[in-house]
């Protein structure tokens, strides 16, 4: 077990996010240098750190944590959007702490965050369930999420439903393009055998290309924005992007 598990499993849930912060704050120092750059911190540094479930090399931001998935969605919120410019409602599903921090208090954000544990949210719902009425929100951001959902037809016609009639929705999640259909099975509940056929233990499938066929039949129009292969190869080797990821952008059908 890695000494971060250990520090994980001792320190109380609601304390874990201002340690994180505290660590990066102590570590990034040490890494500062110009090769690359973190938009979600805006730091620079020598390097990315390895990081990641499955331990990868030059993934992970030395200060906030951030990996190449966060960079991206953060660089199309700021580049494609006036999500830090105009008056939204936003409703952010399982906030990631790079995202959550810069947005929590903006004065042109009514911000909601909800996740079922995370010590960050706001609110504590499920996302099969938003106790929110329809079109309440202009911006969804749930990223990574879909993924760890047993009824995920159910959570992505909640997520439509509280969208507003001109809103827009922003849900990565895990996509094998190789994989036409998507593998789950509803009877595997072992963490260990999930974790063996989906990837994770707390994962409960694996997606292919009918992602975005779901997310059609729960009322959504699907947009891949290919946002990364725009940019020029120094820019992603600065931001540490993959190019060939794409995000998903989705509004009312």
Same mark, same amino acid.
């Given at each position: 077990?890695?000494?971060?598990?250990?520090?994980?499993?001792?320190?109380?849930?609601?304390?874990?996010?201002?340690?994180?912060?505290?660590?990066?704050?102590?570590?990034?120092?040490?890494?500062?240098?110009?090769?690359?750059?973190?938009?979600?911190?805006?730091?620079?540094?020598?390097?990315?750190?390895?990081?990641?479930?499955?331990?990868?090399?030059?993934?992970?931001?030395?200060?906030?944590?951030?990996?190449?998935?966060?960079?991206?969605?953060?660089?199309?919120?700021?580049?494609?959007?006036?999500?830090?410019?105009?008056?939204?409602?936003?409703?952010?599903?399982?906030?990631?702490?790079?995202?959550?921090?810069?947005?929590?208090?903006?004065?042109?954000?009514?911000?909601?965050?909800?996740?079922?544990?995370?010590?960050?949210?706001?609110?504590?719902? +499920?996302?099969? +369930?938003?106790?929110?009425?329809?079109?309440?929100? +202009?911006?969804?951001?749930?990223?990574?999420?879909?993924?760890?959902?047993?009824?995920?037809?159910?959570?992505?016609?909640?997520?439509?439903?509280?969208?507003?009639?001109?809103?827009?929705?922003?849900?990565?999640?895990?996509?094998?393009?190789?994989?036409?259909?998507?593998?789950?099975?509803?009877?595997?509940?072992?963490?260990?055998?999930?974790?063996?056929?989906?990837?994770?233990?707390?994962?409960?499938?694996?997606?292919?290309?009918?992602?975005?066929?779901?997310?059609?039949?729960?009322?959504?129009?699907?947009?891949? +924005?290919?946002?990364?292969?725009?940019?020029?190869?120094?820019?992603?080797?600065?931001?540490?992007?993959?190019?060939?990821?794409?995000?998903?952008?989705?509004?009312?059908?």
């Amino acid at each position: 077990m890695s000494l971060r598990s250990v520090v994980a499993r001792a320190v109380p849930a609601r304390l874990r996010p201002w340690l994180r912060r505290q660590a990066g704050r102590l570590r990034a120092p040490f890494h500062r240098g110009s090769a690359v750059t973190c938009p979600c911190c805006g730091g620079s540094f020598r390097a990315f750190l390895a990081g990641g479930v499955r331990r990868r090399e030059g993934v992970r931001c030395p200060r906030c944590d951030s990996l190449e998935r966060h960079r991206l969605v953060w660089l199309y919120l700021l580049r494609r959007t006036d999500l830090l410019s105009a008056p939204h409602r936003v409703l952010h599903v399982a906030p990631e702490p790079q995202f959550h921090e810069r947005l929590a208090d903006r004065a042109n954000l009514d911000y909601v965050s909800a996740d079922l544990a995370s010590p960050l949210a706001r609110e504590r719902f +499920d996302v099969v +369930d938003i106790p929110y009425p329809d079109g309440s929100f +202009d911006v969804v951001i749930c990223n990574h999420v879909l993924e760890h959902v047993p009824d995920d037809a159910r959570a992505m016609r909640e997520l439509r439903r509280v969208l507003a009639p001109d809103g827009w929705a922003v849900l990565q999640t895990p996509v094998h393009s190789d994989r036409e259909k998507t593998l789950e099975d509803p009877a595997v509940s072992d963490a260990s055998e999930r974790e063996r056929l989906f990837g994770q233990p707390d994962h409960v499938r694996i997606y292919g290309r009918d992602f975005f066929e779901r997310l059609e039949a729960a009322g959504f129009r699907v947009t891949r +924005d290919r946002f990364a292969r725009e940019l020029s190869v120094e820019e992603r080797t600065r931001y540490g992007l993959r190019k060939g990821e794409a995000v998903t952008v989705c509004t009312p059908g």
